[in-house]
């Protein structure tokens, strides 16, 4: 589904060019956790962001490569944005051709939180402080499934009973929280206000008839007005799905002459309604009035997302700021927004790794879950090789912007190939491995590599305890080792000693 | 200088019902609202070579307690003694809580109080004459990216500590630099350069050597390895073993993650909202950890193997607010194994009783007139009927649903109900007074404050 090849990204400092990422390569299959390890300052994050395209320019530019997602390259279209000109005296120099970003990141915008969406490792950071965590959650909606939203609002019937035994069970179940999700459930059947079927909810002293009128008379209300302008931004969306998509084929190198055509006509048709859109859009008492349902729905949209990822009161959650959540619930806004539009793949950069160890329980058991629930694929970035192994189903490890080694979980817990995917395992600090307390824990020796002058040969070698000859100056490549692993490494190599005790029995 | 300098005892810090409450101020004229019981009531002590770890979620108190160790903060009650004999120690609690139990809002005291205790509390000294104690005691922090500054040379770094404490001159303190970094793993080139030039391992190794510069006798550790990678931990952890054993150091590891304590620390204490709830040596509660909360920490750690996994036991919710921590037992809002016993209070049952009592939500109290308000006060639950007095049927009416709620699931809190009365126009759910539990010891060296196991008679 998603096949990052040779991809290079690199930064352009005063002391000379960094390559943090440097011929990458991976794929994940449709469903899949691929987990990604590597020491800090091995490039993990630049790959995610690279495939997510939120390489600061400069100093950053991805250099060559291509990420292949679902048919499309995310990197079309993007490799004239930034090129490197010999400035004063022979020094790099980075120069943007801005109008080229600009259109790139336009069409990047219609895929990044719409099919690639990502969480940060520090979620107090990456939550906007003066906005109420749910309504940055609904912004995603607004923008990326317009569509949806009119479409719901559209399809909209009449109160039904089914939907008032719903209410019932709302205002008489025994615990709150759960009261709190069946009003969650009923306001998203209904299409009804939160706001004002949880004032009634909430209102106590109040017979059951009492309240069923209240509601019925709310639905009357609250009926669909102003259609036309629904089907107005529904149609605008259609249209701009359908040229963005046939640009990034086209510009992928992918398309047929049928697309070529479509494109333009989609495009042209955009441009003349969205005129009238942008007409009304500019005034604000407008704006605001017509906008309403929209937002609605999306409110109702959210907190159902809220309460998949088990927070006990989506309500209330909804309208708090981040500094008064936990760090644990602010993780769980971020998979909530992340998830929000259902990507295919979700980037998750270490959202444990500043959590504590109960909390981080909680967010594994929870990913754990959603896996089941979500068609998702997840790549998953983590220093930890526990967390990959109660997670993950693949795991590629990363040292100095190389990837070494890719194997099964399984296989790779049991007999990792890479000198370094060795050490790395060695090192772990376990609960259940028995050290003689007076004995040093086993460790690789030296530090990472500076990647501004990265070693010759094969970038582990310094480090490596089986370093030959060749490492010095030859760099390995990744090579197939049978059932589905993959290592980088000349011990497997023709002519490498381990070449042997593996190929035929093993 | 303390006279006990002279003599080295066996517990090297001990912490007697240590406390440090920050005030919340709010209002127009910034008073005093609430305060934050960040660390309630902790008698800890750490003999004289040994490794203590204390565990626990962030937000327990481990860091603050750690800081009122050092005297880097004042306690809001409660006395640090150092260097101090095992049998004053236990005699200077014993002592302490006789007099906490008689006088609830008591202060820490200042000046010699001629109680035997002056020649080690260090919380009694002024600050002057607490400054050459200092040296003696020195903390390496989480974060080695923020707690080294940016503007020194790693010398400047390293030599100030030494110089401060006019130890040595300047060119036998270079000569101790140069000793240092070895002893830490850097090399002598590495002098010249700023914090920024390493990486999150080397920091935190110049971290270290800045800590042992004044040749101190006692270090705190907190979480010194969270936020470096799994590789680097274990490159720390050796060395900071390594020194232990070189210069006979006592440690104090605060630290989440129980891996670490496995191969770091002798003993082990256990922290939840401000209190010590378990300890015990390390080998003794890894192989049998007594109390619900430990047992929940250990059972969260990952495993290192895709074939294995441990049985999970999830904690409910986040840590409660220090700022009105649970009645009784703190940790009896999460436990898995708690009784109606641990502590409960009327604001466990109020918003359940906002439904159970209420005529038009629950179908089984159709019988009760109209509930206009539910509200605690102190160990009772009130609940007031809009307009009329209730009668001795509806009191009985109460009483048959909250008999009926505490055999559900989850009717815990009101299990614990006491009596339904009827008192001034309304009905009142009497709970029992919350009692915390007692520290049991039950095997030598093995503390618990739990209720699961027996409580000594009162």
């Known amino acids: 589904m998603l096949s990052v090849q040779g991809l290079q990204t690199e930064f352009l400092t005063p002391r000379g060019v960094i390559r943090a990422a440097d011929g990458v390569d991976f794929d994940i299959q449709e469903g899949e956790v691929l987990g990604l390890v590597g020491e800090s300052g091995c490039g993990k994050s630049v790959t995610a962001l690279s495939i997510m395209y939120l390489i600061p320019t400069p100093p950053g530019r991805i250099a060559s490569g291509a990420i292949w997602f679902r048919g499309i390259n995310l990197l079309a279209g993007s490799e004239n944005e930034a090129t490197v000109h010999r400035g004063l005296g022979g020094k790099p120099k980075l120069v943007r051709n801005d109008s080229a970003l600009r259109r790139h990141r336009a069409r990047m915008a219609k895929v990044r939180g719409r099919e690639v969406s990502m969480i940060f490792q520090e979620p107090m950071s990456s939550l906007n402080p003066v906005l109420p965590v749910g309504y940055q959650i609904a912004e995603v909606l607004i923008y990326q499934r317009r569509k949806m939203i009119c479409d719901r609002l559209l399809a909209r019937k009449a109160i039904t009973d089914e939907d008032l035994e719903l209410f019932k069970e709302a205002v008489t179940h025994p615990d709150a929280a759960q009261r709190e999700r069946l009003l969650t459930d009923f306001c998203l059947q209904s299409a009804l206000p939160v706001e004002k079927v949880a004032a009634i909810i909430d209102r106590s002293g109040l017979q059951m008839e009492e309240r069923l009128a209240r509601i019925r008379r709310l639905s009357e209300r609250s009926r669909t007005r102003y259609a036309w302008f629904l089907r107005l931004a529904r149609e605008l969306d259609v249209l701009e799905s359908e040229w963005m998509t046939r640009e990034w084929r086209v510009l992928s190198g992918v398309a047929s002459s049928e697309d070529d055509r479509r494109r333009l006509a989609a495009q042209a048709q955009f441009r003349s309604r969205q005129v009238l859109f942008k007409l009304v859009m500019s005034i604000p008492v407008l704006h605001r009035i017509l906008m309403r349902p929209i937002e609605e729905e999306a409110r109702r949209r959210v907190l159902e997302q809220l309460k998949n990822v088990r927070i006990s009161e989506p309500h209330k959650v909804y309208n708090e700021y981040p500094h008064e959540l936990s760090g644990g619930m602010q993780q769980r806004v971020m998979i909530a927004m992340a998830l929000a539009c259902d990507p295919a793949l979700m980037i998750a950069d270490e959202p444990t790794t500043s959590l504590d160890v109960t909390t981080q329980a909680q967010i594994l058991t929870l990913v754990r879950d959603l896996r089941e629930r979500i068609h998702s694929s997840i790549l998953y970035i983590t220093h930890d090789l526990a967390v990959i192994a109660e997670l993950c189903d693949r795991v590629a490890v990363m040292y100095a912007g190389k990837i070494v080694e890719e194997a099964p979980v399984g296989d790779l817990f049991a007999h990792p190939l890479h000198p370094y995917t060795e050490g790395l395992l060695e090192s772990i600090v376990s609960l259940d491995k028995e050290v003689p307390s007076d004995a040093p824990l086993p460790t690789i020796a030296g530090t990472v590599p500076d990647l501004l002058s990265p070693p010759s040969g094969c970038r582990f070698h310094p480090r490596c305890k089986y370093a030959f000859a060749r490492c010095k100056t030859e760099e390995p490549r990744l090579l197939p080792q049978g059932d589905g692993r993959r290592v980088a490494c000349f011990l497997y190599e023709e002519g490498g000693s381990r070449a042997a005790e593996r190929s035929p029995g093993a | ?458």
């Open chain 2, 1 to 458: 200088m303390l006279p006990s300098d002279r003599q080295a005892h066996e517990i090297l810090v001990g912490a007697v019902g240590l406390k440090k409450h920050f005030p919340v101020k709010g209002g127009v004229l910034r008073r005093t609202i609430a305060q934050v019981r960040a660390v309630d009531g902790v008698d800890l002590f750490v003999r004289r070579g040994e490794t203590l770890a204390l565990v626990g979620e962030s937000g327990c108190g481990k860091t603050t307690l750690g800081r009122l160790l050092l005297r880097l903060i004042p306690p809001t009650s409660g006395e640090v003694l150092f260097n101090v004999p095992a049998n004053l120690y236990a005699s200077a609690r014993d002592r302490w809580h006789r007099i906490a139990q008689d006088d609830g809002a008591m202060r820490s005291p200042k000046g010699p109080q001629g109680d035997g205790l002056d020649p080690y509390a260090i919380t009694r000294l002024r600050t002057r004459a607490f400054k050459p104690l200092r040296r003696r005691m020195q903390p390496v922090f989480q974060d080695p990216f923020t707690s080294l500054d940016p503007r020194m040379l790693v010398k400047d770094i390293l030599a100030e500590p030494i110089l401060i404490n006019n130890q040595m001159t300047r060119p036998e303190a270079m000569e101790r630099v140069a000793q240092l970094l070895q002893e830490v793993g850097l090399r002598p080139d590495h002098l010249y350069r700023f914090p920024h030039e390493f990486s999150g391992g080397q920091r935190q190794r110049i971290a270290i050597a800045r800590a042992l510069a004044p040749e101190p006798e006692f270090l705190l550790l907190d979480e010194p390895t969270s936020a470096l990678d799994v590789s680097v931990q274990a490159q720390i952890l050796n060395l900071l073993k390594d020194i232990q054993r070189r210069q006979g150091l006592t440690y104090l590891l605060i630290t989440h993650n129980l891996s670490v304590v496995r191969h770091m620390a002798d003993r082990v204490a256990v922290m939840y909202l401000g209190r010590i709830v378990e300890e015990a040596p390390t080998r003794e509660l890894f192989g049998s950890p007594l109390h619900p909360y430990t047992k929940a920490l250990l059972s969260a750690v990952p495993v290192p193997d895709p074939k294995r996994r441990r049985e999970k036991i999830l904690l409910p919710g986040d840590v409660p607010s220090p700022v009105d921590p649970p009645t009784g037992c703190r940790f009896h809002t999460r436990c898995n194994a708690v009784m109606p016993h641990c502590g409960w209070s009327p604001r466990d049952a109020a918003s359940a009783a906002a439904y159970l009592f209420d005529s038009s939500r629950n179908p089984h109290a159709s019988t009760l007139p109209a509930l206009s308000e539910v509200s605690m006060e102190g160990n009772r639950l009130r609940l007031l009927f809009g307009g009329s007095r209730p009668t001795e049927a509806q009191r009985q009416v109460v009483a048959d649903l909250v008999r009926g709620r505490a055999a559900e699931a989850g009717g815990m809190a009101f299990q614990a109900i006491r009596e339904v009365a009827l008192a001034e126009g309304s009905i009142v759910l009497e709970f029992p007074p919350p009692l915390e539990p007692a520290w049991v010891e039950v095997a030598p060296g093995h503390s618990v404050a739990c209720y699961l196991y027996p409580q000594p008679q009162a």
